[in-house]
């Protein structure tokens, strides 16, 4: 080696680090890819070059291809697709395919260095051919290498073309110091496309276990199905609005990549802690309803009470009959127990049907409501052993008398507990640093700004900007949702007018508010979930306390 020769390769080894230190920290394939290829042109000088990856274990497809005498970039970040055919590792009677050389390379497990093409013996080069005749180009020194990972298994084929002269500018061959080199940068490229790989692959696997894990949860429930899916959508599109907006107190407020997703994956798992709800709760559709809706029982012992009332009369008509009175005296008095029967069964069927309203829970209970469900209760019927039985149970008239929706106190608090359930369970993962707020963003959306929330009792300065954007995403798709047992699906106008009203009673983030309102946000999700019944005209003018 000369004393300028030296320098040179000192530079080339300088380079060849730096470019392995590059491939470890990128994390787009493509990028990635064009990387590999660009920087073992540079530090072997080669005028071209093409990489490929192997796929399904038959083929190798073309990946990136770059050449600048031909001024030609395809693949990867260029936008431009590559229009050749992956090359076949294996015939079609199922032989190697040894003619071509990176097909060769792969199966041997060798590098392939050619000093001139045209004078080839052991490979097939009329492709090769007919390209420099279509393009005027000088296809000469090949220099083709199997890219290996830490497995040992070959995941691709690095190849380069025409090694050009530094002094000369004439095509040269591949010297072996340059084999050397480029063999190291592909054991370290290949290292680094396994590993971006891999990590793409747990990633992926990460973000499916989660999605079917909230799927899970929706099939459990069919009166919350596609909550757990509809939430992290909103999540995201108010959150990117919170980013994009220009003014206001949230102008400064940004996320970057990493946090985004920090944020998605919490909306993906607000809710997990419904997995162990029993479905009796979540799934109850009436106030009365257990194993089955016990409106029907209550049904039943109404029309038992009309009969009992209707046999009562006949035995008093009975009586009078026998009695020694006759006359108009008499009949006055059978008149009178037969218009009070049909008063009677008439006032059973209006008070069937209260209960029968009541039991859906869609209205709120007034203290009259209340005080009818206990008249009620003291209706008495005769069972079968010809004793008086109270009407209602005790646990009946306490589910009917429910003020509002249909769950009792004790059920509620076995709905609040999942968000303490959530917590135990995402506080018990072991994250990676860029989702260490994944617990904190997807536990605070029952939390209220004013600290009346559940169940922390956090104050808005105590919250984040993502946590308080799950909370509106996760009250208006509530208030949105079809599938509701207690609850018709709301209108946009509706629903904005109730939020409206949360914000003025510091549950739910002002300024959050008016970006979901003034971005329209509620819109762009109404054109993508809702019923078209549901996306009426909004004068957000009407709304209370938005702010434009």
């Given at each position: 080696?000369?004393?300028?020769?030296?320098?040179?390769?000192?530079?080339?080894?300088?380079?060849?680090?730096?470019?392995?230190?590059?491939?470890?920290?990128?994390?787009?394939?493509?990028?990635?890819?064009?990387?590999?290829?660009?920087?073992?042109?540079?530090?072997?000088?080669?005028?071209?070059g093409?990489l490929?990856?192997?796929?399904?274990?038959?083929?190798?497809?073309?990946?990136?291809?770059?050449?600048?005498?031909?001024n030609?970039?395809m693949?990867?970040?260029?936008?431009?697709?590559?229009?050749?055919?992956?090359?076949?590792?294996?015939?079609?009677d199922?032989?190697?395919?040894?003619?071509?050389?990176?097909?060769?390379a792969?199966l041997?497990?060798?590098?392939?260095?050619?000093a001139?093409?045209?004078?080839?013996?052991?490979?097939d080069?009329?492709?090769?051919?007919?390209?420099?005749?279509?393009?005027?180009y000088?296809?000469?020194?090949?220099?083709?290498?199997?890219?290996?990972?830490?497995?040992?298994?070959?995941?691709?084929?690095?190849q380069?073309i025409?090694?050009?002269?530094?002094?000369?500018?004439?095509?040269?061959?591949?010297?072996?110091?340059?084999?050397?080199?480029?063999?190291?940068?592909?054991?370290?490229?290949a290292?680094?496309?396994?590993?971006q790989?891999?990590?793409?692959?747990?990633?992926?696997?990460?973000?499916?276990?989660?999605?079917?894990?909230?799927?899970?949860i929706?099939?459990?429930?069919?009166?919350t199905?596609?909550?757990?899916?509809?939430?992290?959508?909103?999540?995201?599109?108010?959150?990117?609005?919170a980013?994009?907006?220009?003014?206001?107190?949230?102008?400064?407020?940004?996320?970057?990549?990493?946090?985004?997703?920090e944020?998605?994956?919490?909306?993906?798992?607000?809710?997990?802690g419904?997995?162990?709800?029993?479905?009796?709760?979540m799934?109850?559709?009436?106030?009365?309803s257990?194993?089955?809706?016990?409106?029907?029982?209550i049904?039943?012992?109404?029309e038992?009470?009309?009969?009992?009332a209707?046999?009562?009369?006949?035995?008093?008509?009975?009586?009078?009959?026998?009695?020694?009175?006759?006359g108009?005296?008499?009949?006055?008095?059978?008149?009178?127990l037969?218009?009070a029967c049909?008063?009677?069964?008439?006032?059973?069927?209006?008070d069937?049907?209260?209960?029968?309203k009541s039991?859906?829970?869609?209205?709120r209970?007034?203290?009259?409501?209340?005080?009818?469900?206990?008249d009620?209760?003291?209706?008495t019927?005769?069972?079968?052993e010809?004793?008086?039985?109270?009407?209602?149970?005790?646990?009946?008239?306490?589910?009917?008398?429910?003020?509002?929706?249909?769950?009792?106190?004790?059920?509620r608090?076995?709905?609040?507990?999942?968000?303490?359930?959530t917590?135990?369970?995402?506080?018990?993962?072991?994250y990676?640093?860029?989702?260490?707020r994944?617990?904190?963003?997807a536990c605070?959306?029952?939390?209220r700004?004013d600290?009346?929330?559940y169940?922390?009792?956090?104050?808005?300065?105590?919250m984040?900007?993502?946590?308080?954007?799950?909370?509106?995403?996760d009250?208006?798709?509530?208030?949105?949702?079809?599938?509701?047992?207690?609850?018709?699906?709301?209108?946009l106008?509706?629903?904005?007018?109730?939020?409206?009203?949360?914000?003025?009673?510091?549950?739910?983030?002002?300024?959050?508010?008016?970006?979901?309102?003034?971005?329209k946000?509620?819109?762009?999700?109404?054109?993508?979930?809702?019923?078209?019944?549901?996306?009426?005209?909004?004068?957000?003018?009407k709304?209370?306390?938005y702010?434009?």
């Amino acid at each position: 080696m000369t004393d300028q020769q030296h320098p040179y390769l000192l530079k080339r080894l300088e380079r060849l680090n730096a470019i392995g230190v590059a491939l470890s920290a990128e994390r787009d394939n493509k990028r990635l890819l064009e990387m590999i290829l660009l920087g073992a042109k540079e530090i072997t000088n080669a005028d071209g070059g093409t990489l490929y990856t192997i796929i399904d274990n038959k083929q190798l497809k073309f990946e990136i291809m770059s050449n600048k005498t031909l001024n030609l970039a395809m693949g990867g970040t260029t936008g431009k697709e590559i229009p050749f055919l992956p090359l076949p590792l294996y015939l079609e009677d199922g032989s190697p395919n040894l003619t071509t050389v990176a097909a060769y390379a792969t199966l041997n497990d060798k590098t392939v260095n050619i000093a001139n093409a045209y004078q080839a013996q052991d490979f097939d080069f009329a492709g090769t051919r007919k390209f420099d005749e279509k393009t005027g180009y000088h296809s000469q020194s090949f220099l083709t290498i199997p890219m290996k990972n830490h497995e040992d298994e070959i995941i691709g084929v690095l190849q380069l073309i025409n090694a050009i002269d530094i002094d000369t500018n004439e095509i040269i061959p591949f010297s072996a110091a340059n084999q050397r080199l480029v063999e190291s940068l592909a054991s370290q490229a290949a290292v680094a496309m396994t590993n971006q790989d891999l990590i793409k692959g747990l990633k992926g696997l990460f973000e499916a276990f989660i999605e079917l894990m909230a799927e899970a949860i929706d099939q459990k429930s069919p009166y919350t199905g596609g909550h757990c899916r509809r939430v992290p959508e909103l999540t995201m599109m108010l959150g990117q609005a919170a980013i994009d907006t220009k003014t206001g107190p949230l102008k400064d407020f940004t996320l970057n990549e990493k946090e985004f997703y920090e944020l998605k994956i919490a909306g993906w798992l607000h809710d997990c802690g419904k997995v162990i709800t029993p479905e009796s709760v979540m799934d109850k559709p009436t106030k009365l309803s257990a194993i089955f809706d016990r409106i029907n029982l209550i049904d039943q012992r109404f029309e038992l009470l009309k009969s009992q009332a209707e046999c009562d009369l006949l035995k008093k008509q009975l009586a009078a009959l026998q009695s020694s009175k006759s006359g108009n005296g008499q009949a006055e008095s059978i008149s009178k127990l037969v218009l009070a029967c049909e008063a009677f069964k008439a006032k059973c069927d209006d008070d069937r049907d209260f209960l029968r309203k009541s039991n859906f829970g869609s209205e709120r209970m007034t203290p009259e409501d209340q005080q009818r469900i206990l008249d009620i209760a003291t209706y008495t019927i005769i069972n079968a052993e010809g004793k008086p039985e109270a009407f209602l149970s005790e646990n009946e008239v306490y589910n009917l008398n429910i003020v509002r929706g249909t769950l009792t106190a004790e059920e509620r608090e076995i709905i609040n507990n999942h968000i303490v359930v959530t917590i135990n369970m995402l506080d018990s993962l072991p994250y990676p640093n860029d989702l260490k707020r994944v617990p904190e963003y997807a536990c605070g959306h029952h939390e209220r700004m004013d600290g009346r929330g559940y169940p922390k009792g956090l104050t808005r300065e105590q919250m984040s900007v993502p946590a308080r954007v799950l909370g509106i995403a996760d009250i208006f798709e509530a208030l949105t949702s079809k599938d509701r047992p207690y609850k018709k699906a709301k209108t946009l106008s509706e629903s904005l007018h109730i939020l409206g009203k949360m914000k003025l009673d510091h549950h739910i983030d002002p300024d959050l508010f008016d970006i979901f309102v003034r971005e329209k946000i509620y819109l762009k999700y109404a054109h993508e979930f809702l019923e078209p019944e549901q996306i009426d005209e909004v004068d957000e003018t009407k709304i209370p306390g938005y702010q434009p």
